[in-house]
Nanobody, 123 residues
Framework: QVRLVESGGGLVQAGDSLNISCAAS????????TAWFRQAPGKEREFVAS????????YYADSVKGRFTISNDNAGNTMYLQMNSLKAEDTAVYYC????????????????WGQGTQVTVSS
């Protein structure tokens, strides 16, 4: 009923910027939170950023604070992750997620996931 599709990934050099997006389609759902996670080869999928829609709050992993910005369009159907000052360690598959969990940084709190978009940052 709900589909999330990421796009906008690519190959960039360290210091460059990328804006990736997550488009939602299907049945309209009121989510408590939407988020971005990422997974590098051989590593666990980790929290990047999220929006709590109940309180209008945003949260960021320490590793991306000051560099990444999570946002959405006016209709609320597309979520974005603006990534600035990219580093090699940002290389990962980036996934968007949505759900009604209350602990924003836990994967288990999100019910819907996209297929991911690859972001590769060369040094």
């Amino acid at each position: 009923q709900v589909r999330l599709v990421e796009s906008g990934g690519g190959l960039v050099q360290a210091g460059d910027s990328l804006n990736i997006s997550c488009a939602a389609s299907g049945r309209t759902v009121r989510w408590y939170a939407t988020a971005w996670f990422r997974q590098a080869p051989g590593k666990e999928r980790e929290f990047v950023a999220s929006i709590n829609w109940r309180y209008g709050s945003t949260y960021y992993a320490d590793s991306v604070k000051g560099r990444f910005t999570i946002s959405n369009d006016n209709a609320g159907n597309t979520m974005y992750l603006q990534m600035n000052s990219l580093k090699a360690e940002d290389t990962a598959v980036y996934y968007c997620a949505a759900g009604n969990g209350g602990i924003y940084y836990l994967r288990s709190q999100y019910d819907y996931w996209g297929q991911g978009t690859q972001v590769t940052v060369s040094s």
